[in-house]
T-cell receptor
């Protein structure tokens, strides 16, 4: 089993839709969680951190479920500009080495 | 521009040649990471520096790969005797902090093509 698993998609949604991605991790000692966004042929950029209590930033909501070992990203009212690959990132406790998932591709169409 | 920079942006080389890439992190960042990314995959960790000390290397990293960060500022990644399987995007990232986990800022990457 991979350390961090994501459905590669693509998720094809119309503008205005709500879409959710999950990311599962295998190391129960994981303590830090992030979502990064990567546009085509560009470098990854931090979208948001994922806290135990959840995290919301505008149309984006991230949740952590430690019991089931997954994190989620919810995007409401999708925009064309949300089209990108969303990378899940997990750090095991005490480690400064992040493990990236393979990413989930989102395509928002008119 | 105070972001992470990488040079060159593109490199085409023949199999068996050596290549060297450079990364200039954000100046106040202590940590520097190298990753490799291939199409359809997330960045794969290669190595990590805290200031000038190389603290971790991926077990998957061949001994053909070496990295340095001589004065705790810029870093170089060298690949000796390149193979076609080395073709990938090589990303550098930096972050602040001595303890804890912080946002990583990525450079634009160096795209390597081995013919």
């Amino acid at each position: 089993r991979k350390e961090v698993e994501q459905d590669p998609g693509p998720f094809n949604v119309p503008e205005g839709a709500t879409v959710a991605f999950n990311c599962t991790y295998s190391n129960s000692a994981s303590q830090s969680f992030f979502w990064y966004r990567q546009d085509c042929r560009k470098e990854p950029k931090l979208l948001m951190s994922v806290y135990s209590s959840g995290n919301e930033d505008g149309r984006f909501t991230a949740q952590l479920n430690r019991a089931s070992q997954y994190i989620s990203l919810l995007i409401r009212d999708s925009k064309l500009s949300d089209s990108a690959t969303y990378l899940c990132v997990v750090n095991a406790g005490g480690s400064y080495i992040p493990t990236f998932g393979r990413g989930t591709s989102l395509i928002v169409h008119p | 521009d105070t972001g992470v920079s990488q040079d060159p942006r593109h490199k085409i080389t023949k199999r068996g040649q050596n290549v060297t890439f450079r990364c200039d992190p954000i100046s106040e960042h202590n940590r520097l990471y190298w990753y490799r990314q291939t199409l359809g995959q997330g960045p794969e960790f290669l190595t990590y520096f805290q200031n000038e000390a190389q603290l971790e290397k991926s077990r998957l990293l061949s001994d053909r790969f070496s990295a340095e960060r001589p004065k705790g500022s810029f870093s170089t990644l060298e690949i000796q005797r390149t193979e076609q399987g080395d073709s990938a995007m090589y990303l550098c990232a930096s972050s602040r902090g001595r303890t804890g986990v912080y946002e990583q800022f990525f450079g634009p990457g160096t795209r390597l093509t081995v013919l």
